[in-house]
């Protein structure tokens, strides 16, 4: 009866061990169940030209007016050249731009963060951005190794209002969880980051340096944080349904293109409103900048609806 007694008593503990441990792990695994509401719009589209010649021209000025976009670059003082090249290219086009480091560096001027873990180092940064946001409404974070051409991310959100929260970029699930994918860059909308901010004092939900047990990416301890607060992960998309954040750079796209639709490259590969393409060494954020902002066809008037001007003084290209 005692060793019976004591099988059933292992039986039971280490029951109770198993379930414990499942729990951790879905709870790790998606960030809980948070008791908010649920946020529909998990595929955000760029509005239709059509949709913008509708729009009365006082209001289309407006809107080119009113978005603006502070950009958060994070860099490592190891890969300077890249750092020198993002700062020489896209990130001009920024109506502010802030290099974000994890150590000081004499060469080029950055936020100097000190801290080495990637979380940490990401949630500090995006703190220092709200705090100094002045009247930016929209925050693009973004690696080094990203091109990106603010103005389709400018297009994308034109007409978003950034007082609701909006967590863009491409999209990727692990689990029960969907987060932007950090390489092709991620969009914040003022709302978004001010809950992200606040529910930073609640370490049981979003800890600093995230969970001892069970160590998750930056990218998908973001998207447990804004879980949290109501705020859920949205594809970026053209008015034809086409991501606009890339996990590659064109010429990988191309080449993946060719291979399974070699009749129509350009259709298959990207959309005519990409706003990042990913993995990109820095001769080839040159050549795209040169591509994207240099290189025009004389005699040709693209008719664009809107014009985002560069802020005055800037010597974007």
């Known amino acids: 009866m005692l060793s019976e007694g004591s099988s059933f008593m292992k039986g039971m503990a280490m029951g109770g061990l ?13 960030g809980g169940q948070p008791n908010v509401e649920l946020h529909l719009h998990h ?64 060469a080029l001027e950055a936020i100097d963060l000190k801290e080495q873990d990637e979380w940490a180092k990401l949630r500090k940064a995006l703190k220092h951005a709200y ?27 034109l007409n978003k209002d950034p007082g609701e929260p909006f967590y863009i970029g491409h999209t990727l699930k692990s689990g029960e969880l969907e987060y932007v994918e950090y390489e ?6 003022l709302e978004a980051l001010k809950r992200l901010v606040g529910i930073y004092r609640e370490e049981d939900k979003c800890p600093e340096h995230g969970r001892a047990l069970w160590k998750l990416s930056e990218e998908k301890q973001l998207a447990v944080c804004l879980k949290y607060t109501g705020v859920f992960a949205e594809n970026g998309e053209d008015s034809q349904g086409k991501g606009l954040f890339n996990s590659k750079g064109v010429g990988a796209l191309i080449s993946a293109s060719l291979a399974g ?19 990109m060494t820095p001769n080839q954020m040159h050549v795209m900048m040169y591509g994207v902002y240099r290189l025009r066809p004389y005699g040709h008037d693209f008719r664009d609806s809107l014009i985002f001007l560069p802020l005055e003084g800037s010597d974007n290209d």
């Open 18 to 30: 198993f379930c414990l441990v499942v729990s951790l792990i879905g709870n790790f695994s998606s």
């Open 43 to 106: 595929h955000l589209k760029a509005p239709s030209k059509e949709e913008l010649q509708r729009l009365p021209e006082a209001h289309k000025l407006e809107l080119s007016q009113k978005v603006r976009v502070y950009c958060l670059i994070m860099v490592q003082p190891k890969a300077l050249l890249y750092w020198a090249t993002a700062k020489d290219t896209w990130s001009k086009h920024c109506d502010r731009a802030t290099f974000y480091t994890s150590e000081s560096a004499k």
């Open 131 to 157: 705090d100094n946001a002045g009247d930016l409404r929209w925050f693009f974070v973004a690696r080094p190794t990203t091109f990106a051409i603010i103005e389709n991310l400018k297009y994308l959100v």
């Open 184 to 189: 092709s860059g991620i969009v914040l909308s």
């Open 261 to 279: 639709n070699a009749p129509d490259v350009v259709e298959g590969c990207c959309s005519d409103m990409a706003v990042t393409f990913s993995g």
